[in-house]
């Protein structure tokens, strides 16, 4: 059996149709055609069946998928053996959230540029669903988000910090009441995608409370939500580490938190069945150190 045949496999799953998965791994759509074919006849049994234009798996071939990955995986190991010296190189594709991309690595980026300048670090902000569709489909090596789509079956996940939260507004606007219950907040709650964990558990909060939010306005940019809460259009919620600048300089003020002393995770995930090359190790092993650095120094501050 072709490892080959196996990483074509995985390919065609992973883009859905034969014709993406040759542009994929640099080949014609004919060879891809010849390697599940060949694939096949090895194992005896169809793997695909299609529906419209894409390639969908029969049960079988969800089965041998699950096994083809850890063939690849361990062959990828293997292959890996002889290479730690010169390992850290090629590229690390990471998805995280875009607070934590913009205001909570830089340390991490930073130290991973020195450590391996030989690696292609490539970044993506992406919501919290992103991250978790981009590890399945493999898009992603690495992602770093607040929520995961749980599959733990698919995917290794580990938290490797708590954040706190906050509520922000515009010096002089009138402040919404979250405190008492039955209220109704007219100041417009701006935030982005409804899959966000924060928004998510705010309404929640409120909802219980019997508080009616007036109006919510959608943007997908935390920089352009700032913006909006800076003009006293609205009020927003951030991770506290996000808006700290904001609020030291009075551009915000802090609005009393519902959420009192909750916290939120960080998580950390990686496919199980792909490898983790030394350059995926070592930011990992960085963004722990981080943040395990900055929930010690929010502990010691209160």
Known sequence: ??????????????????????DQLG???????????????DLGLPLFERI??????????????????????AADRLAALGAEETALRGTLRVDLAETLLCYA???????????????????RDRTCAQVSENLRDGSCDLGLTYAFDWQPEDFSIEEVGQIRTTLVAAPGVSLP??????QRAE??????????????????????RGVILAETMELWSSQAIKRLVAMA??????????VADELARGTFVEIPDPFGKRTFPVYLGHRKTHW?????????????????SDNEKAAASG
């Not at 259009?233 to 996000?242: D, Q, W």
């Not at 090359?277 to 963004?287: I, K, N, Q, S």
């Open 1 to 22: 059996m072709d490892i080959k045949c196996l990483r074509t496999f995985q390919a065609v799953v992973a883009c859905g149709t034969y014709a993406k998965a040759a």
């Open 27 to 41: 080949y014609t759509q004919s060879t891809v055609t010849v390697h599940i074919k060949q694939l096949e006849r």
């Open 52 to 73: 419209g234009r894409r390639m969908v798996l029969t049960q079988k071939g969800a089965e041998a998928l699950a096994q083809a990955a850890e063939i690849i995986a």
């Open 105 to 123: 690595l830089d340390e991490v980026i930073a130290a991973f540029r020195e450590r391996a300048p030989g690696v292609t670090l490539r970044l």
């Open 177 to 182: 009441d979250f405190q008492s219950a039955g």
């Open 187 to 208: 100041l417009p709650f701006i935030i982005d995608e409804p899959d966000n964990v924060f928004r998510i558990a705010l309404e929640q909060t409120l909802d219980a």
């Open 233 to 242: 259009m609205g009020f927003s919620v951030f991770p506290r580490f996000a």
């Open 276 to 292: 983790l090359t030394p350059a995926a190790r070592l930011f990992c092993d960085l963004v722990r150190e981080h943040l395990a």
